[in-house]
């Protein structure tokens, strides 16, 4: 099936099993697209969404499982890695898990490791307040290497706890995210995934902070990632099957004449192959 099955009735599609959820063919992750290389310390991720693409991969490969993800193991050889100085791009961190409270101190001690050769670094998080307040007071020196990017997809909270239940609330994350433009910090956010269909709560929200882009992204790979990484209640059935046609590419058609002429609005691959904008180079971040 791809996305172009639109003619489909969403409303009998609801009745039918989760089978009937698109599978997209594009299976990038989103990382090719805003940078040039991952860095990661951590295997698993308190976060635990639902729809995550390293939560899929490594229970695929059995390293987890659908219950231990939650547990958060630091890999030492990982960490104490030296870095050395990358043309052409950010380095993205993290891609495959978050930086929490519970490994602040280690996180600042990776980001040092990869700042110290004069890297450029993309900082990829659900945010903590506690972690963004440390990582902006800490790396004051380094302002100009470092591009936040707050991953919001929805302002609806119990939306948001559905999908992420590790994750922060969306007040946390709007605090952190004024917190590093105060510091005067480069911002930017990641609406990838959308998780509802009133994503222009959340760019309204955001802008004032932002500095550098706002990503709009679908929920990839959807049918795959939910069936490795959870059990498929009713709930989760019907609030997929929900988004999948808040999704369809005639709601993405209308979302990019809404947006297309805001300069801080990018679309992610996906989108981009629906509405024919060409796709970025890779490390391009556009
Ligand atoms: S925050 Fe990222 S790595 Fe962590 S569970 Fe969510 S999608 Fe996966």
Redesign the pocket.
Known sequence: MTTQNTKLNFRAKAQIELKSICVMKNNSNGTKEWSIESANFISG?R???KY?F??ATAIYNKSKTQDDWKEEFVKSSKLNKSWRLREGGRIMFPS???ITPQHLPEAIQFLKNILSPGNQVLIVS?PHLECIKAICDEFVNYKDKILFRFTIGSSDNATLKFW?PG?PSFDERIASLKYAFETGYETSISCEPMLDNKIGNVVAAVKPYVTHSVWLGKMNEMKHRLTMNTQLTQELKDKANQLYGWQLDDKIRALYERYKDDPLIRWKGEIKTIVGLPIGEIGSDE
Request: hydrophobic residues 10%.
């Open positions: 991720c976060n635990d969404c995550c390293s939560k495959s898990h978050d659900k992420e994750a």
